[in-house]
């Protein structure tokens, strides 16, 4: 089995979550996301990870729109 790749759902989850619960990781994740087309998918993959290091979870968004892991 390989590597998953980052999906969008998986960056709007993570978005979201960072809204209510880390902004400073938002900043810093926007800042470098609009830089070209090969920093923001190193961008969108660092994002994801912080976000399922910080509510404990691994598992990819299944469905975007539903309610978010807390951060424990």
Known sequence: ???RHTTIDDVHAAVRWA?????????????VAHTDR?????????????????TGSGLPAFRPGGPLPRRR
Not at 19 to 31: F, K, N, V
């Open 1 to 3: 089995m390989g590597v």
């Open 38 to 54: 090969g920093a923001r998918w190193e961008a969108d993959a660092a994002f994801v990870a912080h976000w399922q290091q910080a």
């Open 19 to 31: 809204l209510a619960h880390d902004l400073p990781a938002l900043l810093a994740y926007r800042q």
